[in-house]
């Protein structure tokens, strides 16, 4: 059964940064999940009005679907993961059957909101960053990745983004079980990658008894 460990954090907070440290410390026994890519298909709708939903709304997510998958992550079987198009809000189809490696990162705005989803991790990270830090993170990057104005980031970010992480995502900063600052040094990541080596170990010799 793999080991799931959950990175959590505001948009721009720095949990793509983190993860993918992480991931590099600990290959090749590690995978990564995107609660990103779980967002609803919005190909139904014309596109303005594609545009207009409230993407940091954790209902954005096709929960149903993560859940099936992370079911199945968790059972060590075969899984489909979706793939999110952020230019045109759409479904952009599923990558190949993937058997979960021993280790995986999921790294999402919303992973500890509720009982049945944070009860999956056995280790859960939250990334704090204060809003002039994430603002400034999440403009460079819809701008150079998702072709976005900067005037709509600026707007996106102050009538969605923020009030959305007061609501729903800071709260899950007291259900983590480490919280990390936006500054986060290469020590810090060398330690938190032994803890999971650790977890690992655990989990390998628990398996073995069975």
């Not at 040094?185 to 390998?204: E, T, Y």
Request: glycine content about 8%.
């Amino acid at each position: 059964m793999p080991v799931l460990v959950a990175i959590v954090g505001g948009s721009g907070a720095g949990k793509t940064w983190l993860a993918d440290r992480l991931e590099a410390a600990l290959s090749p026994w590690c995978g990564r999940v995107l609660l990103d890519d779980f967002y609803r298909d919005l190909s139904a709708l014309p596109a303005g009005r594609r545009a207009r939903v409230n993407f940091d709304h954790p209902r954005a997510i096709d929960w149903a679907l993560f859940r099936q998958v992370l079911e199945a992550i968790r059972g060590g079987r075969p899984v489909r993961l979706p793939r999110y198009d952020f230019v045109r809000h759409v479904r952009a189809g599923y990558r190949k059957a993937w058997r979960p490696p021993p280790l995986v990162l999921v790294d999402g705005l919303w992973l500890l909101r509720t009982p049945a989803v944070r009860r999956a991790f056995a280790l859960r990270l939250y990334v704090d960053a204060p809003a002039a830090v994430r603002r400034e993170r999440r403009l460079e990057r819809d701008r150079t990745e998702r072709g976005r104005s900067c005037a709509s980031i600026r707007r996106q970010f102050r009538e969605h983004v923020q009030p959305m992480h007061a609501r729903f995502v800071e709260p899950q900063r007291s259900r983590a079980d480490r919280v990390l600052g936006p500054r986060i040094r290469a020590s810090q990541v060398a330690a938190l990658a032994r803890h999971i080596r650790g977890l690992l170990s655990r989990g390998s010799r628990q398996r073995g008894r069975h």
